[in-house]
Nanobody
Framework: QVQLVGSGGGLVQPGGSLRLSCAAS????????MGWYRQTPEKQRDLVAT???????DYADSVKGRFTISIDNAKNTVYLQMNSLKPEDTAVYYC?????????????WGRGTEVTVSS
């Protein structure tokens, strides 16, 4: 069983910064990639950013230049540094991992952490 435990959400004013982190643990054979998605009550769950264990990244257009994703392969932990936050970044952020358990492919999700950008 795999667990993804995220932290770092909260309330921040527009223009502020937050750093999310998410650690994967359990019976993991290997990790291909990790990332973050976000969801609001009005929208589906959308990609924010992903990163492979090799360091290749992908960002949603709306966060390019403001958010930076990084990964610590030794700790199975992914980070999302969010700068210049806007009210439209308000959402529940979900950690994601593309990994292998006992050699079989598995997609795992964290429970979600709330980010609220408001004055």
């Amino acid at each position: 069983q795999v667990q993804l435990v995220g932290s770092g959400g909260g309330l921040v004013q527009p223009g502020g910064s937050l750093r999310l982190s998410c650690a994967a643990s359990g019976s993991i054979s290997s990790i291909n990639a990790m990332g973050w998605y976000r969801q609001t009550p009005e929208k589906q769950r959308d990609l924010v950013a992903t990163i492979t264990t090799g360091g290749s990244t992908d960002y949603a257009d709306s966060v390019k230049g403001r958010f930076t994703i990084s990964i610590d392969n030794a700790k199975n932990t992914v980070y999302l540094q969010m700068n210049s936050l806007k009210p439209e970044d308000t959402a529940v952020y979900y950690c994601y991992a593309d990994l292998r358990v006992a050699g079989l492919h598995d997609d795992s999700w964290g429970r979600g952490t709330e980010v609220t950008v408001s004055s």
